[in-house]
T-cell receptor, first 114, second 116 residues
């Protein structure tokens, strides 16, 4: 089955700086890669996703890049703000395929230092 | 539009007791997922339903866990008997199928289970 590795486990950046979180996946059949943000005690919320037919997607301060050859994808947050502090999870699945529940990474605790 | 609803939000039970969690997905979402999230980890899929059919339950510990989605809408996940290691947050998610692809999975708030 799919295996998703996520790094780093903790990331501390100064407010206003950029943050980058990286994930790798093992199943070449995976074609959908969402990123979820989870605040303490709350539900995971989708912040951005990318499908395998594109290499990059951007939404305001958030962007995701995908390298299918290397099987890795990354989340980029620019101009970080205190409200960006949370745990971020990457995930992978095959949209429209058979077992397409999401396989999650272990999460990155992002800390924005004021 | 209401999101995914789960109840109860919290449950404390003693080991060997049964427990059940309920989920109401977003209206019109035919795919429903149950995930388990251990402390400090990402969610792990337990079971996926397409309408009322369980199409992927390979990660469900079937000796003590069961699930149902009788009318293809609400779902119940049960543990009997519960063990200490079952303490976790149980998340329900739903998604819609449009043409050949499924849309985004939306998560409920989860049920936080503590087994003593």
């Amino acid at each position: 089955g799919e295996n998703v590795e996520q790094h780093p486990s903790t990331l501390s950046v100064q407010e206003g700086d950029s943050a980058v979180i990286k994930c790798t996946y093992s199943d070449s059949a995976s074609n959908y890669f969402p990123w979820y943000k989870q605040e303490l005690g709350k539900r995971p919320q989708l912040i951005i996703d990318i499908r395998s037919n594109v290499g990059e997607k951007k939404d305001q301060r958030i962007a995701v890049t995908l390298n299918k050859t290397a099987k890795h994808f990354s989340l980029h947050i620019t101009e970080t703000q205190p409200e960006d502090s949370a745990v971020y999870f990457c995930a992978a699945s095959t949209l429209g395929g058979g077992a397409d529940g999401l396989t999650f990474g272990k999460g990155t605790h992002l800390i924005i230092q004021p | 539009e209401a999101g995914v609803v789960q109840s109860p939000r919290y449950k404390i039970i003693e080991k060997k007791q049964p427990v059940a969690f309920w989920c109401n997905p977003i209206s019109g979402h035919n795919t429903l997922y149950w995930y388990r999230q251990n402390l400090g980890q990402g969610p792990e899929l337990l079971i996926r339903y397409e309408n009322e059919e369980a199409v992927d339950d390979s990660q469900l510990p079937k000796d003590r866990f069961s699930a149902e989605r009788l009318k293809g809408v609400d779902s119940t996940l049960k543990i009997q008997p519960a063990e200490l290691g079952d303490s976790a947050v149980y998340l329900c998610a739903s998604s819609a199928r449009r043409t050949a692809f499924r849309e985004t999975q939306y998560f409920g708030p989860g049920t936080r289970l503590l087994v003593l």
